[in-house]
């Protein structure tokens, strides 16, 4: 689109914008067909957003995300609330498991996560603490939609669903059967349909009769769900009686 008529405030914005979890790392000229910029424009802003700290050229010329956005990040109240109350319960459900721990939350018609503790035996992972994975792929994910407004709901599902392996579910009335059931169980699972060899089960955690959140595991495989869930839902009911006492 033409520069004209364009903000500088909504360009730079439009450059921030051009990367998401598909594009981590990009080169000047594809962030400038991304943000719709003319490509002296986008070498202007994006070398002000470098010198500022948002932006960050690597060895190989492309750019990221630096690390002055992260730090803002983590002002958000979702990060320092959340975030800091389900933290100690990450860490012991990590402790008593061994399994890498999801905490996420509800971005649109994606989910955020919040949180992930891992370690050298965990499971191999695309999610990243900030990234955004979709919702009908991942076990926080559809703990999330299970519970979502139906709109957030009609959103996803009114859309064709994004094939991540063999296994993912993209048949809508099959997703839809699957949800229909997270309320009535209280959690989720998900058979490597994001990553392969990774399966995951996850619970809401609830506060004020709301899901402000989903907290997850993620196994190699799902035969210890019937051990693993009860220690699931003793921390998502630790992180929700935190949130109550500091909301209180």
């Given at each position: 689109?033409?520069?004209?008529?364009?903000?500088?405030?909504?360009?730079?914005?439009?450059?921030?914008?051009?990367?998401?979890?598909?594009?981590?790392?990009?080169?000047?000229?594809?962030?400038?067909?991304r943000?719709?910029?003319?490509?002296?424009?986008?070498?202007?802003?994006?070398?002000?957003?470098?010198?500022?700290?948002?932006?960050?050229?690597?060895?190989?010329?492309?750019?990221?995300?630096?690390?002055?956005?992260?730090?803002?990040?983590?002002?958000?109240?979702?990060?320092?609330?959340?975030?800091?109350?389900?933290?100690p319960?990450?860490?012991?459900?990590?402790?008593?498991?061994?399994?890498?721990?999801?905490?996420?939350?509800?971005?649109?018609?994606?989910?955020?996560y919040?949180?992930?503790?891992?370690?050298?035996?965990?499971?191999?992972?695309?999610?990243?603490?900030g990234?955004?994975?979709?919702?009908?792929?991942?076990?926080?994910?559809?703990?999330?939609?299970g519970?979502?407004?139906?709109?957030?709901?009609?959103a996803?599902?009114?859309?064709?669903?994004?094939?991540?392996?063999?296994?993912?579910?993209?048949?809508?009335?099959?997703?839809?059967?699957?949800?229909?059931?997270?309320?009535?169980?209280?959690?989720?699972?998900?058979?490597?349909?994001?990553?392969?060899?990774?399966?995951?089960?996850?619970?809401?955690?609830?506060?004020?009769?709301?899901?402000?959140?989903?907290?997850?595991?993620?196994?190699?495989?799902?035969?210890?769900?019937?051990?693993?869930?009860?220690?699931?839902?003793?921390?998502?009911?630790?992180?929700?009686?935190?949130?109550?006492?500091?909301?209180?």
């Amino acid at each position: 689109m033409p520069d004209s008529g364009v903000t500088v405030a909504s360009r730079l914005l439009a450059i921030l914008g051009s990367f998401d979890a598909g594009h981590r790392a990009l080169t000047l000229s594809e962030i400038a067909r991304r943000a719709g910029l003319t490509l002296p424009t986008a070498h202007r802003l994006v070398a002000e957003l470098a010198g500022w700290g948002a932006l960050r050229r690597t060895a190989t010329g492309e750019y990221v995300i630096g690390r002055r956005l992260w730090d803002l990040g983590l002002l958000a109240p979702v990060q320092t609330g959340l975030r800091d109350v389900a933290a100690p319960f990450l860490q012991d459900l990590y402790g008593a498991t061994k399994a890498t721990v999801h905490l996420a939350v509800l971005d649109g018609t994606q989910a955020l996560y919040l949180d992930r503790l891992s370690g050298h035996g965990s499971v191999p992972l695309v999610s990243r603490v900030g990234a955004r994975l979709p919702l009908h792929s991942t076990g926080v994910g559809k703990v999330l939609l299970g519970y979502a407004p139906a709109d957030v709901r009609h959103a996803v599902l009114s859309r064709p669903l994004e094939r991540y392996t063999p296994y993912t579910i993209v048949a809508p009335g099959r997703l839809e059967e699957q949800l229909r059931r997270v309320p009535r169980d209280g959690y989720a699972t998900t058979s490597e349909e994001m990553t392969l060899g990774a399966c995951s089960i996850a619970v809401p955690v609830l506060a004020a009769d709301a899901v402000v959140a989903a907290l997850g595991l993620v196994l190699p495989d799902l035969r210890g769900r019937a051990r693993l869930l009860p220690a699931l839902r003793v921390a998502s009911r630790g992180i929700a009686r935190s949130l109550s006492l500091e909301a209180g």
